[in-house]
């Protein structure tokens, strides 16, 4: 069975300080991994997956196989960044599943 | 398109009465979820449809909930009887094909008093 943890519920920076949102997997097969953000009265919404190794809006997020890791990442926080965040796994075979973590809501403040 | 689409927005209820939810899916959608959010457990998938077939309802926390498709553009979720414990947002997703991004709705926050 796939499992999601992210162990911050609450993580609070001040702006322009770097920040690590983390997330850490279990799962048997190989893994397809997300990150979605949920902005104040906004929908869910994709921030960025891990096979597209890309950057979007300063983020990162680097899947370590060897420690079952997909930390989101990034330098500078701005106070815009201010959301909740999932990680997401989604598994494979015949049972195409998108598990969540619970959440971290992250607060950058001025 | 205008995006899933789901409603009510909120809905209060007395224990013991019966709720719909409703989502219509992006157009074209072949995967439908049901997630339910809450502050101590987060997001939780309760049920997904494949071409309007359910394929894993292993999140359903219970025989109160039901969830159906019966076409491509329409599903409902429902609690009967509804208990307040159930009070959450539920939210319904819907993707292209598997590791595609899932795009949510705006959910629907439920009240059971």
């Known amino acids: 069975a796939q499992r999601v943890t992210q162990p911050e519920k609450l993580l609070s920076v001040f702006k322009g300080a770097p920040v690590e949102l983390k997330c850490n997997y279990s799962y048997s097969g190989s893994p397809e991994l997300f990150w979605y953000v949920q902005y104040s009265r906004q929908r869910l919404q994709l921030l960025l997956r891990h096979i597209s190794r890309e950057s979007i809006k300063g983020f990162t997020a680097d899947l370590n196989k060897g420690e079952t890791s997909f930390h989101l990442k990034k330098p500078f926080a701005q106070e815009e960044d201010s959301a909740m965040y999932y990680c997401a796994l989604k598994s494979g075979g015949s049972n195409y599943k998108l598990t969540f973590g619970k959440g971290t809501l992250l607060t950058v403040n001025p | 398109d205008a995006g899933v689409i789901q409603s009510p927005r909120h809905e209060v209820t007395e224990m013991g009465q019966e709720v719909t939810l409703r989502c219509k899916p992006i157009?074209?959608?072949?995967?439908l979820f049901w997630y339910r959010q809450t502050m101590m457990r987060g997001l939780e998938l309760l049920i997904y449809?494949?071409?309007?077939?359910?394929?894993?309802d292993s999140g359903m926390p219970e025989d109160r909930f039901s969830a159906k498709m019966p076409n491509a553009s329409f599903s409902t979720l429902k609690i009967q009887p509804s208990e307040p414990r159930d009070s959450a947002v539920y939210f319904c997703?819907?993707?292209?094909?598997?590791?595609?991004?899932?795009?949510f709705g705006q959910g629907t926050r439920l009240t059971v008093v």
């Open positions: 449809f494949n071409n309007n077939v359910p394929i894993d």
């Open positions: 997703a819907s993707s292209l094909f598997p590791g595609a991004e899932a795009f």
């Open positions: 157009s074209g959608h072949d995967y």
